[in-house]
């Protein structure tokens, strides 16, 4: 059961501890009980960005995720949202691997989006897909996922997409809730653990067709401008 409902996550928001350093802001990966995972996320943008730690064990740390997506689409993508991730230096090393048992994520990008996808950069880190696909990790509104090239075995990828599917303007998109969990695992016999976790829509086609239009329009007035 999770520590934190849909229901009861402002309240779990405001009561994570943030350390702010300059323009970005510092969340220690530690649970209600204090444990803590040795992990830090550090976030751009802690207005429309929250993390919820649900449990700490010697091996993982379990977290839930919020966020407003809210930046429109430029050229025809989405600017991806980005969390980074930082491995403390301490007594007890950082646990080895992230759970991510739900996100909620709101659709306020102003267009439709056709899909969402994940991805890890970082020497250290990358997606467990065995176990993400069988602990029933759902995508659902989508109805299919995808894995990208596998990384340092066949267990693992650096990148997953959720296709077939369509999240209206003003929506909530809930992968994993109640169903599954998106496993990262981080290698320890690295020189640096630290690692980004990237997450970003595709506007749907009639959205896409509008920007390539708006930009044909204007790459037209500006060869126009240079002709005269």
């Not at 690295?190 to 980004?196: G, H, W």
Request: proline share 6%; aromatic share 10%.
């Amino acid at each position: 059961m999770k520590f934190c409902s849909l229901v009861s996550l402002a309240v779990c928001l405001l009561a994570s501890a943030a350390v702010s350093q300059g323009a970005l802001v510092t969340v220690p990966l530690k649970d209600a009980f204090g444990v803590d995972s040795g992990w830090d996320a550090i976030l751009s943008d802690d207005i429309h960005t929250g993390i919820v730690v649900d449990k700490v064990t010697s091996t993982y740390v379990r977290i839930e995720i919020f966020k407003d997506l809210y930046l429109p689409a430029e050229n025809g993508q989405f600017p991806p949202h980005v969390i980074q991730f930082h491995a403390r230096v301490g007594a007890a090393p950082a646990v080895s691997t992230i759970r991510i048992t739900d996100e909620t994520i709101i659709n306020d990008t102003g267009s439709p989006w056709l899909d969402y996808h994940w991805a890890v950069s970082g020497a250290a880190a990358s997606f467990n897909k065995t176990l993400t696909d069988a602990s029933g990790f759902s995508v659902t509104p989508f109805q299919a996922k995808a894995w990208g090239p596998t990384s340092y075995d066949t267990d693992h990828s650096n990148s997953l997409g959720a296709f077939s599917g369509l999240i209206p303007v003003g929506g909530s998109y809930r992968p994993g809730l109640d169903a599954g969990e998106l496993y990262i695992d981080v290698l320890s016999n690295v020189d640096s653990r630290d690692f980004t976790l990237m997450q970003y829509p595709t506007p749907e086609p009639a959205t896409l067709a509008t920007l390539v239009l708006g930009g044909a329009g204007v790459l037209a007035r500006r060869r126009r401008h240079g002709a005269v």
